[in-house]
T-cell receptor, first 114, second 119 residues
Framework: KQEVTQIPAALSVPEGENLVLNCSFTDSAIYNLQWFRQDPGKGLTSLLLIQSSQREQTSGRLNASLDKSSGRSTLYIAASQPGDSATYLCAPPPHTGANSKLTFGKGITLSVRP | KAGVTQTPRYLIKTRGQQVTLSCSPISGHRSVSWYQQTPGQGLQFLFEYFSETQRNKGNFPGRFSGRQFSNSRSEMNVSTLELGDSALYLC??????????????????FGAGSRLTVL
């Protein structure tokens, strides 16, 4: 059974700081991993999907890396802005069956101070 | 292109009642999955439907059920509501259901959710 850990649960940084959000998972037999963003009371927005054959995936100021062998993924946010304040969740799907049965971590709640 | 639409956005029920939530996926998406989000348990997978068939199911009691229609719209139902059912219910749709043998991408698009409060 896949278990996903995201530490710390909350993070507060000043605007402009570069930061790294970590995600650990127990079952490394995955095809890909998604990072999501959730604003308070809202649904999830997919930020990046990184394939198991990739080491990194970039979108604007966001960069996600995946190391299957160690069961870790990181989301790097460059030059953080107050608008980046949200909860960030990682979700590797199971390697068997449907890709939509994601196992989510509890998320990291990020607060970027102006 | 319209996103995933969930209705209603907010609802209040009392214990013992039942509730039906609706999800309209992105046009062309045939896979619809449902998740429950609570502060204590986080996001948990409920079930997934593809072509009107339930393909996967999470560890929830039989009070939680769902269905999918021929136009891919999906509904979930919770009967005999309990206080612990208070949660944000999220629906997600995707274009294809990845086969085990295919390592291709299958990005989920989530709706805004239905916030259920049980009193």
């Amino acid at each position: 059974k896949q278990e996903v850990t995201q530490i710390p649960a909350a993070l507060s940084v000043p605007e402009g700081e570069n930061l790294v959000l970590n995600c650990s998972f127990t079952d490394s037999a995955i095809y890909n991993l998604q990072w999501f963003r959730q604003d308070p009371g809202k649904g999830l927005t997919s930020l990046l999907l990184i394939q198991s054959s990739q080491r990194e995936q970039t979108s604007g100021r966001l960069n996600a890396s995946l190391d299957k062998s160690s069961g870790r993924s990181t989301l790097y946010i460059a030059a953080s802005q107050p608008g980046d304040s949200a909860t960030y969740l990682c979700a590797p799907p199971p390697h068997t069956g449907a890709n939509s049965k994601l196992t989510f971590g509890k998320g990291i709640t990020l607060s970027v101070r102006p | 292109k319209a996103g995933v639409t969930q209705t209603p956005r907010y609802l209040i029920k009392t214990r013992g009642q039942q509730v039906t939530l609706s999800c309209s996926p992105i046009s062309g998406h045939r896979s619809v999955s449902w998740y429950q989000q609570t502060p204590g348990q986080g996001l948990q997978f409920l079930f997934e439907y593809f072509s009107e068939t339930q393909r996967n199911k999470g560890n929830f009691p039989g009070r939680f059920s769902g269905r999918q229609f021929s136009n891919s719209r999906s509904e979930m139902n919770v009967s005999t509501l309990e206080l612990g059912d208070s949660a944000l219910y999220l629906c997600a749709s995707s274009f294809i259901l990845r086969r085990v043998s295919s390592p291709g991408a299958n990005v989920l698009t989530f709706g805004a959710g239905s916030r259920l409060t049980v009193l």
